[in-house]
């Protein structure tokens, strides 16, 4: 339940330590923005805000959309690039109690209008972009009543039919004297609805609660060590969030967040170098774009002291690469997690450094230990929703199931997506545990090895030349990977005779033509009689490009490949 603010701070609002930072370190710089002014550094300008001005301009913000007619409670989707004003409404819809959708613009026009029909917004905020966009495809028709309109020139805000941020702002300013009161939340309330990015599915509306977000930032403290003062470059908007929160300011570079593979390094290094950045964010997309790019310069990032990666598991190559640019004792450190928990396990690039040679032959990915107050279980395999949770579900060391968490950053439910909700969440006393969708092993050291989704798994039908046998995506890609000519596999599942039957998608590395193919086909048979987790896998196919999700440009739509790999074969 959403009260106002009372003298013992009852309740929680993320924005607390924001409003604590403004007090201690009011001129300390919270936000810096990059702007680029062409494809030269010459060209490279930044807005700055320090948290005083940060919170002041939230509190502002936040007292005029109640104004506007917004209540605590509403929803209001936020399609805001990163910028300052991005920082100053996400803050101040938590400081109103109004609950942010967050989407990723990159899912699809489909994809992000059943979001919007599923979270039901009450209020669309955004750029003129995508006020156009809301208008041409209907996005949040039957629900949205308050439309208001960030940026753009006069005409431009006049075509989408949308009050202005700077008119909002102006009303409030002549109605409102009084200074803002921020609102407090149950712990467990809805405070944000994140969807997921919709690469292994149709994308859920993840429920979050400011329990949730001060795990979170809990995490950052205690298990990454991030400390007041610092300063990163934040190449996420989420994550970005944090560095207010944490006392650390958010240096956001000038590239598009859902395509971290097009950004340009250059201003990347600009935007480190400028303001002497100690942590970094990173996918894997970006990791390997920056770190050819510094291997191309000989540049080196010396001010950094922490690189956080999450999203995919990164390639050990790729990390190698990007570790050039780094001091010798500085780590990437490698996060397990999903939009609905996380972060949950953390490996640093060293110790990974050495899972080379089981990672090459099957042994799955690993991502380290479950961090301090998280709880990881392998359960069997199944498709049928579990109520509840019994220790007895637990499998011993060393036996590939699913993954299932248990944490204070977990989350307990999807929006409007019962059904979901009753097949990913196992009910553990009063707290919740979520099923990952993800198949690993824990080892007698307790480290977690990824191997791949659920759904990828392929279960192959016996055959005359054949036991039935179950199929790994991770581990067996891993192994058809070591080919010199191969730059990554896909693992799917194919009907050859009625039976399913285990095929392996090859993308070539560039320098290598196809003709080569028969040869190759040979040579990857042999691979795989050589590990148990690859035998009896006999079909190979060239593709020409995967397709794979934009933002990371490392999950495969393999479902995708199936479907394009069933058309090939002849029976």
Request: aromatic share 6%; charged share 20%; with cysteine.
């Amino acid at each position: 339940m959403i009260s106002q603010l009372i003298e013992n701070n009852d309740g929680a609002n993320l924005c607390r330590h924001l409003v604590s930072a403004a007090k201690t370190i009011p001129n300390s710089l919270a936000v810096a923005v990059q702007q680029a002014n062409g494809k030269s550094i010459a060209g490279l300008g930044y807005q700055e805000m320090d948290f005083q001005t940060l919170n002041a301009k939230s509190d502002e913000l936040a007292s005029a959309l109640i104004c506007h007619g917004l209540t605590p409670g509403m929803k209001a989707v936020l399609m805001v690039t990163p910028s300052i004003d991005f920082f100053s409404l996400t803050f101040a819809l938590f400081k109103a109690g109004i609950i942010p959708i967050l989407v990723d613009p990159g899912m699809g026009v489909k994809n992000l209008k059943q979001c919007f029909i599923e979270a039901k917004p009450d209020a669309f905020i955004g750029i003129p972009k995508a006020h156009i966009a809301r208008r041409l495809f209907g996005w949040g028709k039957p629900t949205v009543k308050h439309l208001i309109n960030v940026g753009g020139s006069a005409l431009v805000r006049a075509l989408t039919g949308a009050t202005s941020l700077e008119n909002l702002l102006e009303t409030s300013r002549s109605r409102t004297t009084e200074p803002f009161k921020m609102q407090w939340l149950d712990k467990d309330a809805m405070a944000a609805i994140l969807f997921t990015s919709g690469s292994t599915g149709t994308p859920k509306g993840v429920v979050y609660s400011h329990k949730m977000f001060e795990a979170q930032i809990t995490a950052l403290k205690d298990d990454y060590g991030i400390k007041p003062g610092e300063r990163d470059l934040a190449t996420f908007p989420l994550f970005s969030l944090f560095g207010p929160a944490l006392g650390m300011a958010s240096i956001v570079p000038d590239m598009d967040a859902s395509k971290p593979i097009t950004a340009n390094p250059d201003f990347i290094f600009a935007a480190i170098e400028k303001y002497q950045c100690s942590n970094m964010f990173v996918n894997p997309a970006l990791i390997e774009r920056l770190g050819q790019a510094g291997e191309q310069k000989s540049h080196k990032l010396s001010s950094i002291k922490r690189v956080i990666s999450a999203g995919a598991p990164a390639t050990i190559s790729s990390i190698k690469c990007f570790s050039k640019m780094l001091n010798d004792e500085v780590e990437v450190l490698n996060s397990y997690g999903a939009t609905e928990s996380l972060p949950l396990s953390k490996i640093g690039s060293k110790a990974l450094f050495n899972t080379t040679d089981i990672t090459d032959n099957g042994g799955g990915i690993c991502v380290g230990k479950a961090i301090d107050g998280v709880d990881i279980a392998i359960i069997a395999i199944d498709e049928q929703p579990i109520s509840s949770w019994d220790e007895s579900l637990r499998l011993p060391a060393d036996t590939i199931g699913e993954i299932v968490v248990k944490g204070p950053m977990v989350s307990r439910s999807y929006y409007q997506r019962d059904s979901a909700t009753k097949t990913a969440k196992i009910k553990d006393g009063s707290e919740i545990r979520h099923r990952m969708g993800d198949l690993g092993y824990l080892d007698s050291d307790g480290l977690l090895w990824m191997c791949g989704r659920k759904a990828h798994r392929v279960d192959a039908d016996a055959t005359a030349a054949n036991e039935p046998q179950r199929y790994y995506s991770i581990p067996c890609e891993r192994i058809f990977n070591t080919h010199s000519d191969v730059k990554r596999s896909a693992l799917v599942g194919v009907k050859v005779a009625g039976k399913v039957t285990p095929l392996v998608c090859i993308e070539l590395k560039q320098s290598v033509a196809c003709s080569l193919s028969n040869k190759l086909y040979s040579e990857l048979r042999a691979i795989a009689e050589q590990h148990s987790q690859t035998q009896g896998i006999e079909r190979f196919l060239i593709h020409p490009d995967f397709p794979v999700d934009i933002r990371h440009n490392a999950k495969i739509f393999r479902e995708k490949l199936a479907v394009w790999a069933q058309k090939q074969i002849k029976e």
